[in-house]
């Protein structure tokens, strides 16, 4: 098993920037970790994913350029970097985790979540 603690969510005014941080602990081997978001009466959607081993990133359209995806394996742990924050990026935040072969793009390609942070950006 592998758990999963986000961290770093909160209330910013649009424009500015959030850090959320993700440690794994457990059985840590895994090929992807990412992040999908949330929003009231929406559907979970990606956000972010990166190669554990290689560190290749993958990006929602909605955020490239905005987000960054980064890891530290030695801290079995990721990041996600939220620059020019927008109200409608306001979600509760997941963590995820796949030790699948293929990029992980769906819900249903991750096998482990983290109970989500909330990132609220008022206008």
């Known amino acids: 098993q592998v758990q999963l603690v986000e961290s770093g969510g909160g209330l910013v005014q649009a424009g500015g920037s959030l850090r959320l941080s993700c440690a794994a602990s457990?059985?840590?081997?895994?090929?992807?970790m990412g992040w999908f978001r949330q929003a009231p009466a929406k559907e979970r959607e990606f956000v972010a994913t990166?190669?554990?081993?290689?560190?290749?990133?993958y990006y929602a359209d909605s955020v490239k350029g905005r987000f960054t995806i980064s890891r530290d394996n030695a801290k079995n742990t990721v990041y996600l970097q939220m620059n020019s924050l927008k109200p409608e990026d306001t979600a509760v935040y997941y963590c995820?985790?796949?030790?699948?072969?293929?990029?992980?793009?769906?819900?249903?390609?991750?096998?482990?979540w983290g109970k989500g942070t909330q990132v609220t950006v008022s206008s």
């Open positions: 995820a985790a796949s030790r699948r072969v293929g990029v992980p793009l769906k819900s249903y390609d991750m096998e482990y």
């Open positions: 457990g059985r840590t081997f895994m090929n992807y």
């Open positions: 990166i190669n554990w081993h290689s560190g290749s990133t």
